[in-house]
């Protein structure tokens, strides 16, 4: 428990690395993974590999954690002597988590709740979430945290790349057309999250790996804005890049103050398909 007894919560959304949730005693909302046989909690009954062993067979859906579980989180965190929270939430654009932790803090008495939109998702999202961790350790104050973290959060960029499209098509994530022009030319979009926390395109590659390298090379070009730069890297388990990415990141972005690695969250997995790579940059 950090001094200020202040919790660090989130959702399974925001990929934030498990070494640094078990760390700094983050309490993580997990979202659900729907199939025919029944749920799952993403991270706790079932995991990225298992979803990925599954989709043979059924691709789930995912539903977002229910106002009880959020509710009981809050509720524990109390009980463990925390006095307030601060909620990092991945985007209100792609998920009703945000306002439903905003409906379930206005029913806390007596714990403040500080809640984040990061407008964004992964483990630039996750970023966020360890950058909410160091400012609580660092002393700053419950009321400050939802203003600099989101102030944060607009400076820190999500890029990914799926080597598969059918996924992202099949969740409405991209088009028909961007989807047959895809398969067709072999075609990679880079997605990104624009101002109001929902996907676009924002760069097409010709092949996974020149997708890889303009992805990279989209970091490095966000990363030049900043004195010093936090590079994160998320790899599927299907798809494990790290070491190429982070030879790269190494070559060509040489502001790099600190590299974090993460998995993809089984839930984020269902809407990717099993090979995908994201990255993420913010100021250090």
């Known amino acids: 428990m950090n001094d200020q007894r202040i919790a660090i919560v989130t959702d399974s959304g925001t990929d934030t690395p498990a070494e640094f949730v078990a760390a700094h005693d983050i309490r993580v909302a997990p979202l659900t993974i729907n199939y025919a046989d029944g749920s799952y909690r993403a991270g706790v009954d079932i995991t990225s590999a298992e979803v990925c062993e599954r989709f043979s067979t059924e691709v ?53 709740i ?32 939802q203003d ?25 994530r991209i088009s028909e057309p961007v989807y047959r022009l895809g398969s067709v030319l072999n075609i990679k979009p880079i997605i990104t999250c624009n101002e109001e926390g929902r996907y676009v395109p924002c760069k097409k590659a010709r092949g996974w790996d020149k997708a890889l390298d303009v992805m990279v090379n989209l970091v490095a070009e966000k990363a030049k804005a900043f004195p010093k730069a936090i590079v994160a890297i998320c790899c599927s388990a299907a798809e494990d890049d790290f070491d190429l990415l982070e030879a790269k990141v190494t070559e060509r972005i ?23 790579v994201g990255m993420g940059v913010q100021p250090a």
């Not at 992964?122 to 700053?140: D, P």
């Not at 607009?154 to 790349?161: G, S």
């Not at 103050?257 to 995908?276: C, E, N, Q, W």
């Open 60 to 112: 789930p859906t995912t539903s977002l954690p229910s106002p009880d579980v959020i509710r009981s989180i809050f509720e524990k965190a109390r009980e463990d002597g925390y006095v307030g929270a601060v909620f990092v939430s991945i985007s209100s654009g792609l998920s009703a988590t945000n306002s439903t932790v905003h409906m379930v803090a206005d029913q806390m008495e007596d714990f403040p």
């Open 148 to 172: 600099k973290l989101e102030t944060l959060a607009e400076k820190t960029d999500v890029y990914f790349c799926c080597k598969e499209l059918e996924h992202l098509r099949h969740g409405g």
């Open 114 to 145: 500080a809640v984040v939109d990061t407008k964004s998702i992964g483990v630039a999202a996750g970023m966020v979430v360890m950058a909410a961790a160091e400012m609580v350790e660092a002393g700053e104050p419950l009321c400050v945290l």
């Open 254 to 276: 040489p502001n790099v103050a600190k590299l974090v690695r993460s998995d993809f969250s089984p839930a984020l997995i269902v809407h990717t398909g099993p090979y995908v």
